[in-house]
């Protein structure tokens, strides 16, 4: 009864009468990826009508990944998407002027890591020193490596690192090919246990528990769209936060929605894969204590000083050119309840 009523009384503040924006106002939104259970608050807020209340009509694609998402925000083509607040950062480094900001944090925690099967005898981070890792090259987990390794006192160039496809790295790590493979936690986890490997003979080496304090996936928009069209960012986020809540009630009935987008998924894997995001990224302990949505100013500047160096970015973005609280909800609204 208590759970119920107070996601009533967070229903009546979001679904108060929005003011200025007007209906029907057309968004774009960019996933950071395919139709998958990590992103289905916005499936949520499309089904139950959360975005038609706040007047929008919103048209929600997938993409080929958090860069892409990025770019299509930044050319305009797309209004509003979701995406590795990283690849925000690396963006702006390479333009003169902010094109794409950050409004919501859903990610509070990333899901970078590396990976590797327990059978290799790789323990400890100094097990790693002669070994070889696999990865994407555009995979962020692996591009920071070195970062990382130096960060915990690993020599980078005792690694051996070579590029993979991304469909070929669980294969490869399985085949012996490579003794430690990089990605996003849920989903190297969830490709492994599709392939038959019992997770927990798996050893997780995640990025946010050795001292990388990044943050992971937001909503995003363009700088365009944001002083045009104010009053709908607002509204988007207002819906996005209904949803989240909807989600954290009931995750696994959201995580159907997205296999009415994506009819070849194996929904009782997306409903792991959700689990998981849930439980490592997005309902941290911080979140849990202040609510999501929100950011540390402090803590993303450090983010993007670790950032910067690791990838020897030309240009180091402020935290203002790249986030802005300006269109969340009150705190109250966004307090989640366990």
């Not at 119920?4 to 009546?12: I, P, S």
């Not at 019992?198 to 769209?225: E, P, Q």
């Amino acid at each position: 009864m208590l759970r119920r009523q107070v996601l009533g009384a967070v229903g009546g503040l979001l679904l108060a009468p929005t003011v200025g924006v007007r209906a029907a106002t057309d968004i774009r939104f960019a996933l950071d990826w395919e139709f998958q259970g990590p992103n289905v608050p916005f499936l949520i807020a499309e089904v139950r009508g959360y975005f038609e209340a706040e007047g929008l009509a919103v048209r929600i694609d997938h993409s080929t990944g958090s860069a892409d998402a990025v770019t299509r925000v930044a050319s305009g083509v797309y209004q509003m998407g979701f995406a590795d607040i990283n690849r925000v950062i690396e963006f702006s480094a390479t333009h003169p002027r902010p094109l794409v900001k950050a409004v919501m944090m859903i990610y509070d925690a990333p899901p970078f890591g590396i990976y590797a099967l327990k059978s290799s005898g790789i323990r400890t981070l100094a097990d790693l020193a002669g070994r070889t890792l696999g990865g994407p090259a555009d995979d962020i987990s692996f591009r920071l490596f070195p970062a990382f390794a130096m960060h915990e006192g690993v020599d980078p160039a005792s690694v051996t690192r070579i590029e993979i496809e991304e469909s070929q790295c669980e294969a490869k790590l399985l085949s012996g090919e490579v003794d430690l493979v990089s990605g996003y936690y849920f989903s190297v986890m969830m490709n492994l246990q599709r392939m038959g490997v019992d997770t927990r003979d798996v050893m997780v080496i995640l990025y946010k528990d050795h001292g990388l304090d990044f943050y992971g996936k937001a909503v995003i928009a363009s700088d365009r769209f944001i002083a045009e069209q104010p009053d709908a960012v607002a509204a988007f986020n207002r819906a996005v936060t209904r949803a989240m809540h909807d989600l954290v009630a009931d995750p696994y009935g959201a995580a159907e929605m997205v296999q009415a987008r994506n009819p070849e998924i194996d929904i009782e894997l997306e409903k792991q894969r959700l689990a998981l995001a849930l439980a490592v990224n997005i309902l941290t302990t911080r979140v849990w204590d202040g609510g999501f949505g929100e950011i540390d100013p402090e803590r993303l500047a450090r983010s993007i000083d670790q950032l910067a160096g690791a990838l020897s970015l030309d240009r180091k973005p402020s935290v203002a050119s790249i986030w802005t609280a300006a269109f969340l909800p009150e705190a109250r609204a966004r307090k989640l309840v366990q």
